[in-house]
């Protein structure tokens, strides 16, 4: 009883609390995830930017022609980076690139409850890696939408569940075609701010 009422035990009762907050503070920061981004997904640098892209599977006669694959990211490319205010994304000609986009893929059951898009990041070797974009079933402006939200994907973002955004839970708010009259779906303020300032030179 002596002890616990001496300045010994109080200077050790504090140094242990001080010691806990200080784990807790590291391991908070170690697994904070950003509301809005994927968890475990890897980030890009700023000096990666803008992120080269490049439209794959000339072999797949269901894909459409190439000139229309190109004309088709193009457009959602210099949406997406009118949006955010920067050059996010490139198109670049060749096979060497961070982002590729394969149109008309045969979705997998299972994995992939096609019609719309698929992006998947992979590792390309020490601590570089790719985004793999793959649409299936899907055309005119809901394929161009739909290119949108995979670079979202492709950049770290995660669904929302707002009816407006580009981002949205395609559960809740399956992708449709603009109605006469409404606005497209966009970026929402809070993912434009939260991207530009991961990544905005």
Same mark, same amino acid.
């Given at each position: ?107 997998? +059951? =299972?994995?992939?409850? @096609?019609?719309?898009?698929?992006? *998947?990041?992979? %590792?390309?070797? /020490?601590? &570089? ?9 899907? +055309? =005119?402006?809901?394929? @161009?939408?739909?290119?949108?939200? *995979?670079?979202? %994907?492709?950049? /770290?973002? &995660? ?43």
């Amino acid at each position: 009883m002596e002890f616990i009422k001496s300045w010994k035990f109080m200077a050790i009762l504090i140094a242990v609390v001080f010691a806990i907050a200080v784990v807790g503070v590291v391991v908070g920061v170690i697994t904070h995830t950003e509301p809005g981004l994927q968890p475990d997904v890897p980030r890009w640098a700023r000096a990666d930017f803008p992120l080269s892209v490049c439209v794959a599977n000339d072999d797949n006669p269901d894909a459409g022609t190439h000139n229309d694959r190109l004309a088709t990211t193009t457009h959602a490319i210099d949406i997406t980076n009118a949006r955010l205010g920067f050059d996010v994304f490139r198109m670049t000609q060749g096979s060497e690139c961070q982002v590729t986009v394969l149109f008309n893929v045969p979705y997998e +059951a =299972g994995v992939w409850d @096609g019609p719309g898009g698929n992006s *998947e990041i992979v %590792h390309h070797g /020490g601590r &570089a890696f790719l985004c793999r974009i793959e649409t299936s079933n899907v +055309a =005119g402006e809901l394929l @161009g939408l739909t290119l949108e939200h *995979e670079f979202g %994907h492709c950049l /770290g973002l &995660a669904h929302d569940d707002f009816a407006s955004s580009i981002m949205r839970d395609p559960d809740l708010y399956p992708m449709r075609s603009t109605p006469s009259g409404q606005f497209p779906p966009r970026i929402t303020d809070h993912d434009r701010k939260l991207l530009r300032g991961m990544y905005a030179p």
